[in-house]
């Protein structure tokens, strides 16, 4: 602005923020360089903290390495993946089965609403988790009680959402179907469901972190052949580089199921921008 | 714009219409017999003609529209069109709101077919598409039929949802307030393009509106309605020359309708 020749030629204009002008890939890249650059200090050089608390980022990315390899080769490991990805997919189905209907009772009934709701209520606000033993007893130390147990944790945030959706159609859509003589089936499927769409992803979203959170506390408390198993293993034998490094291999089997999720949501609710009413002035 | 060939809208003079739209000794209490919505309310709508209510908010104006289109059932009274008694929802009824209310995950042309799809199947709506598109054109929406009603501005939803009335080829049009969200400037011309849609489409319409100079504009009859309990009770005929101009709200005459029922409308508000 120095060399403008007049000072009435400068016009008052906004400058963009440094951070809004860097890619978000730079930022996060440079967060993580900052950050494995203090863990390798506290660890590795300067010896802060002791490697059985905190392994250091190269003992960590040996033992991702070793892992991965055991991974890609067929072995153990991925046969304990394989079983804690089966647990997750059916607990997943499950709950989305059983809260989904579950919660067009309560959304579309006043019988559901008023004498199922208040149940669900009150099973919900449990410690879940507390239910893992009589899971194990009743279904015993395969993957059948760890199913059962991610998926009854995973279904309430469903059921929830799903009423939430059935709830939202507008007073306006629900005279316009009347007006049109819909049935009440009709108004379900062609009006509340597809309405209630995002509500009902927001709860598998929900529901998707809360079935990989259930599948590996039953493998931690009911031992089995999954994933959750050979992190506690190695956690009781203080190989905490190991922990490590099975943690974030099995985070990318979070990291699937919510993104298959975020990209269904995408096709199906192609339509809902910032979810404004259509056609209000 | 081109102006349609008016029609013949003269109930006094020439051989009055049949009366399709008969309203007797209606009634409609609200909270348990406290609240008097409508009382003793009588009218007749005649084939193609256009008749418009004005009153205050809360007079009862959309309870009468609802009655009148099956959606709310009187506590008393007759409401019989063409001849059948109206007990709920009928396809020979059209109405619009103060909303679009389009929905979203369908294009304008699939919200159109909607009632066909609801009514009479898939395969019917299917069938009615070329239909559809006709009234699209209609209304000056010819290219968007694919488009999804998220991309359509306040006054293309409202026109679209016009069409997705007509395409039951309804017997009258019941319109509650429907412009009454849109600007001065969409609203005006949205008034000549329902004036001409009910002249091509030779509809009845019966419109709910607050604004004055609206329901002189387009209507064969204004009727003023009172509240607590509302009823009608000032009936005016407006004997301005079809087709109507907006240019006509700038004559003395227009001005002396407006003033009148203003009149008729303030004076209520101060008992
Ligand atoms: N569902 C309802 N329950 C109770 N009172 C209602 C209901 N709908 C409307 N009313 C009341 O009836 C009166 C007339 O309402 P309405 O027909 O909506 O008036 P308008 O459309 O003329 O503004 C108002 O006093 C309103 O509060
Ligand atoms: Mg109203």
Redesign the interface.
């Known amino acids: 602005m120095t060399d403008t020749p007049d000072s009435r030629d400068t016009v008052w204009v906004e400058h963009e923020a440094l951070i809004d002008r860097v890619p978000r890939w730079v930022a996060m890249l440079a967060l993580a360089v900052v950050v494995v650059a203090i863990w390798d200090l506290a660890t590795a050089r300067m010896g802060w903290v002791s490697p059985i608390i905190l392994p250091s980022p190269g003992e960590t990315l040996e033992d991702l390495i070793f892992v991965g390899k055991n991974l890609l080769t067929g072995g153990y490991m991925l046969e304990a993946l394989w079983t804690t990805t089966r647990t997750v997919f059916w607990a997943f189905l499950l709950a989305t089965g059983i809260g989904f209907s579950l919660g067009v009772l309560v959304g579309e009934t006043k019988f559901g609403e008023r004498a199922v709701m208040p149940y669900l209520v009150a099973i919900d606000t449990m410690p879940k988790v507390a239910f893992a033993p009589l899971f194990i007893a009743w279904l015993g130390f395969d993957i059948a009680s760890k199913v059962a147990l991610a998926a009854f944790i995973a279904t309430f945030p469903i059921v929830v959402s799903t009423a939430a959706g059935l709830y939202s159609a507008s007073e306006n859509e629900r005279m316009l179907f009347k007006a049109m003589g819909a049935s009440r089936l009709q108004t379900l499927m062609r009006l509340k469901l597809p309405n209630g769409l995002p509500h009902i992803f927001t709860g598998l979203k929900i529901a998707a972190v809360g079935v990989m959170a259930g599948a590996i506390t039953g493998e931690f408390l009911g031992g089995g052949r999954g994933f959750g198993a050979l992190i506690r293993q190695s956690a009781s034998q203080m190989d905490t580089p190991r922990v490590f490094a099975l943690i974030l291999y099995l985070s990318l089997l979070g990291l699937a199921l919510f993104f298959t999720v975020a990209w269904l949501q995408k096709r199906l609710v192609f339509w809902n921008k910032a979810n404004q009413p259509i056609g209000a002035a | 714009m081109a102006m349609a060939e008016p029609r013949a809208r003269i109930p006094e003079t020439a051989a009055p219409a049949r009366p399709i739209y008969e309203i007797e000794r209606l009634s409609k209490t609200y909270a348990n017999n406290r609240l008097v919505a409508l009382q003793d309310v009588h009218l007749t709508l005649r084939k193609g003609e256009f008749v418009s209510v004005v009153g205050s908010s809360g007079c009862g104006k959309s309870t009468l529209l609802k009655i009148m289109?099956g959606?709310l059932p009187p506590t008393r009274g007759r409401v019989v069109l063409d001849g059948r008694p109206v007990t709920?929802?009928?396809?020979d009824?059209g109405?619009m709101?103060q909303?679009?209310?389009?929905?979203?995950?369908k294009t304008t042309i699939e919200n159109i077919v909607?009632?066909i799809?609801?009514?009479e199947g898939r395969a019917a709506a299917k069938a009615a598409l070329p239909r559809a598109q006709a009234l699209l054109s209609l209304v000056g929406l010819g290219d968007f039929a694919r488009v999804?009603?998220?991309e359509?501005s306040?006054g293309m939803?409202?026109r679209a949802?016009i069409c997705r009335m007509l395409i039951s080829e309804p017997a009258v049009l019941l319109l509650d307030e429907p412009f009454s969200?849109?600007?001065e400037l969409t609203r005006d011309f949205m008034n000549m393009e329902l004036q001409r849609i009910c002249a091509e489409q030779e509809a009845t319409a019966f419109l709910v509106t607050h604004s004055l100079a609206e329901a002189v504009i387009l209507s064969d009859r204004v009727l003023v309605m009172k509240p607590r309990p509302g009823r009608v009770v000032e009936e005016i005929v407006i004997d301005l020359p079809r087709p109507r101009t907006l240019e006509m709200i700038n004559t003395p005459k227009f001005g002396q309708i407006v003033g009148h029922i203003r009149d008729l409308l303030g004076k209520e508000a101060h008992q």
Do not use: K, V, Y
């Open positions: 289109s959606l709920g929802p009928r396809p009824i109405m709101f909303q679009a209310t389009l929905l979203p995950w909607l009632p799809e609801i009514r999804f009603p998220g359509l306040g939803a409202q949802s969200a849109l600007d």
